[in-house]
């Protein structure tokens, strides 16, 4: 009993970050909360139900009539006409509202994609920074160690009075970086909070600082948002031209008529207001075709064009960054791989060395300090290419309009 006591006292006293949030649960909480998508999803229902209408039809007129002018007859009348369109012109509509709907759906796509990114991006700076937050911290906890020391060695004699300056000097310098550490953690912090709408904090350890998804060998600059998004605006521009063209085209009248002639007719017959006539009509209808017409024609057509023209630069543009972003991500690769089996290594046995020399006496406190300082930018450049490294995979994976790093 004491010991599930105690367990359950643990489990509340534990920071947050030993509970924290895995990448999965990360992603899953940030997409049912994240505004946008939300938004997106009601733009798309909207432009889907566009594309399922058709087009708006024509206002329907209705036109009565009720007089009598130099006649012995007194006419009462009520007409309706409806305008109709060919079933091309709908055939146009509904390709123009299909690419204003592949539009949609390909921003929702897109700002997902940015969700994800985000997501991720934020989890592993937040553990980038966590490491580098401990690696401040274990040799902040070792120079308050050495501070008693140095101060006796002082007060004896051992150590002369610039080499005390130099050491207050150094422990000043640390004190601001690790306030600046300390800054940069609790800023990913709060923007991981932003991106997933949880205060939970990220859950992870020093060997899971680098987000290992293998990008495929092929750049395929097609795929890419930005291109896509190009070629949505081309197809949604030569749409637009056709169904400007379609809108010249004839259309149909369709109309009912009811009426009725009181008095005496020509046959010597008495009609009263009672009896009706009924009469259906049909005709086609032209639009006044002139100079506007032909403008607005030219400049759909010109308007395409452009688009196609954004579309082939975005293309090309976009394979140049596609392959300089393959070139990034494998460089940094090999400069993470040689670091983590390298240097790091290094940089672990002359920590185990110096403390070894320090307590035997063979190292003064500045030589020990050079020298942990020497192993604290070692780990620091080795953090950096980790963030570097997991920003370029990032880049690859989900690349930004133009691939501009965040």
């Known amino acids: 009993m004491r010991l599930i006591i105690l367990l359950g006292f643990l489990l509340l006293a534990s920071p947050s970050w030993v509970w924290g949030l895995d990448l999965e649960e990360a992603l899953r909480r940030g997409r049912l909360q994240w505004i946008l998508l939300r938004a997106d999803s009601l733009r798309t229902h909207a432009r889907s139900l566009e594309w399922r209408g058709g087009p708006l039809p024509d206002p329907a007129s209705i036109q009565t009539e009720w007089g009598q002018i130099n006649s012995s007859l007194r006419d009462q009348a009520v007409q309706v006409n409806q305008n109709l369109r060919w079933p091309a012109y709908r055939t146009r509509h509904q390709e123009w509202t299909r690419t204003r709907w592949e539009g949609a759906r390909l921003e929702q796509v897109r700002n997902l994609a940015e969700l994800e990114a985000g997501i991720i991006r934020q989890f592993y700076r937040y553990l980038v920074a966590k490491a580098r937050f401990e690696l401040y911290a274990r040799y902040d906890s070792l120079l308050v160690q050495n501070d008693a020391i140095f101060e006796h060695r002082y007060q004896q004699g051992q150590v002369s009075a610039a080499e005390r300056n130099q050491w207050k000097l150094l422990r000043g310098e640390m004190a601001l970086q690790w306030a600046e550490v300390r800054r940069e953690q609790e800023e990913a912090a709060r923007d991981f909070a932003f991106w997933t709408g949880s205060e939970e904090l990220p859950s992870g ?116 960054e596609r392959k300089r972003d393959w070139e990034r991500w494998r460089l940094l690769l090999e400069q993470w791989t040689y670091s983590s089996q390298n240097l790091i290594p290094l940089a672990d046995t002359l920590q185990v060395q110096i403390q070894v020399q320090w307590a035997q006496g063979d190292l003064d406190l500045l030589q020990w300090s050079s020298q942990w300082q020497r192993i604290l930018s070692t780990h620091n450049q080795h953090l950096d290419l980790t963030q570097q490294l997991n920003e370029a995979t990032l880049q690859w994976h989900y690349p930004s309009n133009w691939y501009n790093y965040r």
Do not use: C
């Open 205 to 320: 350890n020093d060997r899971d600082l680098r987000w290992t998804m293998a990008p495929s060998l092929l750049p395929d600059s097609l795929n890419h948002p930005e291109v896509l998004r190009l070629h949505n605006q081309w197809q949604e521009a030569r749409a637009a031209a056709r169904l400007s063209q379609a809108q010249q085209w004839p259309g149909f009248s369709v109309g009912w008529r009811n009426m009725s002639i009181q008095g005496m007719g020509p046959d010597g017959l008495f009609y009263p207001m009672g009896r009706r006539f009924n009469t259906l009509q049909a005709g086609l209808s032209f639009p006044l075709r002139g100079k506007p017409w032909r403008l607005q024609a030219e400049a759909d057509r010109r308007l395409a064009e452009s688009a196609a023209l954004h579309y082939q630069h975005g293309v090309a543009r976009a394979t140049n």
